[in-house]
């Protein structure tokens, strides 16, 4: 690890780092992709229609990975070595997805085993539920299951965002940065580090969405949303656990609804998704095109336009949470539940309008 006395020099340097290494990799990639034939073709259930390259999360790795491993200090945070080590198997576990199509059961597995090691060694858990449902701490293995449980929903719903230009790029920078923003207000010495990676996520983010905008270059694929499934769901827990022993000025008593605010816009889509399909009986892991950035494609909406409704959006979910996180739990869980998904079920009643009237 390199040491740097000035905080926001560090900060800057693993930012650099990772956008510098990113940036650069990424036209290789798609060169090499289009010359293996390494492409997503359009087909029934994607919106694009030419063959594009999906192996950007391959450049997001390599720039994000080799900056927290320089920046990152493991003695400070133990953990860290157990993240690296569930970021490296959802990584393969994608690309092998991305370039030969996995099982989803063989996935499943992988993903258990990877987060399993960084809940049980790694010590990674939510241990409270601070109050909601009338829950405080949890029985170490109630822990154990409620905490794998949580890893795997997140990185499912961070998956199922990435359905069109640079969605969940942009959802992932407008998250990891509000956790990033509460990880350096903290300032003590984890919290700092977790700030030093999510100023390496955000360098890596950034580099690789210059090349996923409309006109996509290149999509991030499996390896890139599986990763940013597991980093997203490191990121949350940590921030509720922190919390619980945190008694500065920005203590946030009901932490876990929060994390939920922040990541309000994937899990809400995909809990509506699921119960569509599982009212019309259908499997929920069947794919569709129900998710919201769909309806808004079908709105009438580019890739562009609904990019952007879908991040005021996510922005404006977190905003709702900070506002609301002072009220009793229960009241706080139920209301950052119900108004997102409201809002999200908005594009499903202006097409049934829309419909009405042709």
């Known amino acids: 690890m390199f040491v740097f006395n000035n905080l926001w020099l560090l900060l800057l340097v693993a930012f650099a780092v990772s956008f510098i290494i990113t940036y650069g990799v990424i036209p290789v990639i798609i060169s090499i992709a289009h010359s293996k034939g390494l492409v997503d073709k359009p087909n029934s259930r994607t919106s694009h229609t030419a063959s594009i390259p999906t192996l950007g999360g391959l450049g997001i790795f390599i720039g994000f990975i080799l900056s927290l491993a320089l920046f990152t200090n493991f003695k400070v945070f133990p953990s860290l070595q157990y993240f690296m080590f569930a970021m490296i198997i959802s990584f393969f576990l994608g690309m092998k997805d991305d370039v030969i199509a996995l099982a989803p059961g063989k996935k499943f597995v992988g993903l258990l085993v990877a987060v399993s090691v960084l ?91 210059r090349y996923n905008v409309t006109p996509a270059r290149i999509f991030m694929g499996d390896t890139g949303s599986l990763l940013l499934g597991v980093i997203l769901a490191f990121l949350a827990i940590e921030f509720i656990e922190i919390n619980r022993t945190y008694e500065g000025p920005y203590k946030i008593i009901t932490s876990p609804v929060v994390a939920m605010g922040f990541l309000a816009l994937p899990l809400v889509d995909m809990l509506k998704v699921f119960v569509i399909r599982l009212y019309n009986r259908t499997s929920p892991f069947h794919p569709d095109k129900r998710h919201i950035h769909h309806l808004l494609l079908e709105l ?28 009793r739990a229960q009241t706080f869980g139920i209301l950052i539940l119900i108004i997102p998904l409201i809002i999200t079920c908005i594009p499903n009643l202006l097409l049934r309008m829309k419909y009405n009237k042709t």
Request: glycine content about 8%; some cysteine.
């Open 300 to 327: 009438g909406l580019n890739h562009t336009q609904a990019t952007t409704v879908l991040s005021v959006v996510s922005i404006l979910f977190i905003l709702l949470s900070l506002v609301l996180q002072k009220l």
């Open 119 to 209: 809940v049980v060694l790694g010590d990674v858990r939510i241990t409270s539920f601070y109050g909601l449902l009338g829950i405080v701490g949890l029985p170490y293995w109630i822990s154990v299951l409620f905490t794998i449980f949580t890893f795997l929903t997140i990185v499912n719903a961070v998956n199922l965002i990435d359905g069109i230009n640079a969605l969940c790029t942009s959802s992932s920078l407008i998250s990891s940065t509000a956790f990033g923003i509460w990880f350096f207000l903290v300032g003590n010495e984890v919290s700092l580090q977790l700030t030093i990676l999510i100023a390496a996520l955000i360098g890596a983010l950034l580099a690789f969405l």
